[in-house]
């Protein structure tokens, strides 16, 4: 079976999560229990998962050059997922998102987007083969919506250039 070179234009972002028995109440101080630090953001979701599902995946991010963007290519490397194309940002610093979770599972997130805000069309060129040897695209809103839109182009007119003269064709292979 033919495995799916799956690319993934997004977001990675560092979760600080600590977990409390109720979220707090704005201007409180409230004591919290367990604190975990993990990777996330909703690109680097998506390109774990579907690398654990089998997929050819490749992550089209940026990060700051600190510790959270270099141990957050180390973990996606582990993954098996392609960071030729996880750009380092020298002015910005990785995205992080500060996590609350209340005993019910109730969560309260801000996300300092960072780098992150600053994944630009000009980026985006820099590899512009992955994508148009990709099967399938994903993307979200967490990176500027002029990148989203730029892509979203790129792989409408692949669809189109690989669609069969006789037949109708509404996207990727």
Known sequence: MHQKKIIVVGSCN????????????????????????????????????????????????????????K????????????????Y???KLPSGVALITVDSRGENCIVVASGANGNLKPADIDKSIKAIESADIILMQLEIPIETVEYVAELGASKGENDCPKSGSCTGLN
């Open 14 to 69: 560092t979760d600080m999560v600590i977990k409390a028995e109720r979220l707090p109440v704005p201007g409180e101080t409230i004591l919290g229990g367990t604190f975990l630090m993990n990777s996330g953001g909703k690109g680097a979701n998506q390109a774990v998962a579907a690398a654990r599902m089998g997929g050819d995946v490749t992550l089209i991010s940026k990060t700051g050059n600190d510790l959270f963007g």
């Open 88 to 90: 380092s940002d020298s």
């Open 71 to 86: 141990q957050s290519v180390v973990l996606y490397n582990s993954e098996n997922i392609n960071t030729e194309f996880i």
